[in-house]
Nanobody, 126 residues
Framework: QVQLIESGGGLVQTGDSLRLSCLMSGRTFYNYVGAWFRQAPGKEREFVAAVSRGGDMTGHADSVKDRFTIYRDNARNKVYLQMNSLKPEDTAVYYC???????????????????WGRGTQVTVSS
């Protein structure tokens, strides 16, 4: 049984940093593209960032470029999201996702992903 387990969320102030972690259990994360999405109250789930299996290719949403960085440690079966210079508009539940289909131009599409975590709350106060 595949599980994605997120951690690292919390309540922070504008300008602070957080690092989210996603652990895959039940499978080897190296065989999957890893990604982060987020969903704010009343809004649709939106793409944040994705990383290829080997970690050599990444993609980030325009809204988080230069502030957030996705990376992975396949030895630990984890994908991370380093979030710097946080803003109130970053407040959302952040979800980890995994796709066995490979890294492609569709990596920002929610339908590209096979597995999802339960999410971790990030709240940024002004």
């Amino acid at each position: 049984q595949v599980q994605l387990i997120e951690s690292g969320g919390g309540l922070v102030q504008t300008g602070d940093s957080l690092r989210l972690s996603c652990l895959m259990s039940g499978r080897t994360f190296y065989n999957y593209v890893g990604a982060w999405f987020r969903q704010a109250p009343g809004k649709e789930r939106e793409f944040v960032a994705a990383v290829s299996r080997g970690g050599d290719m990444t993609g980030h949403a325009d809204s988080v470029k230069d502030r957030f960085t996705i990376y992975r440690d396949n030895a630990r079966n984890k994908v991370y999201l380093q979030m710097n210079s946080l803003k109130p508009e970053d407040t959302a539940v952040y979800y980890c996702a995994a796709s066995g289909k490979g890294y492609s131009s569709r990596h920002s599409d929610v339908l590209w992903y096979d597995y999802w975590g339960r999410g971790t709350q990030v709240t940024v106060s002004s």
